[in-house]
């Protein structure tokens, strides 16, 4: 298994620890809570702090383990699977964003009962993690 396909899973695991993490959070919350303002800034507050903390240590620990591959640069066909996973990437998150207004336009009552706010988080979090993956298996792949 080479760096980048490690490094790929790792973060793909890291986005899903922290996507539940969230998830799990807003839907502990009422409505009224989920559309304050300043409980919502503390969750993205502690999303951010925590994923950052947790890729900084997952990079240090793979460096140490693979230090002679760590610092070498994408070849081109490294580069040709991160735009394929970008793509599909980007895709989930434009049907998540449509998926979003069209559930603010037909009004609450037919939408999720999850904010718009925490809906295109959860959506950017999840587009992330399937990007991750896929970029993971057209690495493993070939």
């Known amino acids: 298994m080479s760096y980048t396909q490690k490094s790929r899973l790792l973060e793909m695991v890291i986005t899903l620890i922290v996507l539940f993490n969230y998830m799990q959070s807003v839907l502990s ?9 300043t409980l919502a800034s503390g969750l993205l507050i502690s999303l951010a702090i925590q994923t950052v903390a947790m890729l900084i240590v997952m990079h240090i620990i793979l460096a140490a383990f693979n230090a002679k591959y760590a610092n070498q640069a994408k ?3 490294e580069q040709s699977i991160a735009l394929k ?3 599909v990437s980007l895709f989930i998150l434009q049907i998540g964003v449509v ?16 904010s718009p706010l925490h809906q295109l988080v959860i ?9 991750k993956g ?9």
């Open 99 to 114: 998926h979003t207004v069209f559930s603010m336009l037909i009004g609450p009552q037919y939408g999720l009962p999850i």
């Open 134 to 142: 896929v970029e993971a298996w057209l690495l493993y792949r070939g």
């Open 85 to 87: 996973a970008k793509s």
């Open 75 to 77: 070849d081109e066909r």
């Open 29 to 37: 919350m009422t409505p009224q809570a989920q559309m304050d303002v």
């Open 123 to 131: 959506v950017a979090l999840l587009s992330d993690v399937i990007g």
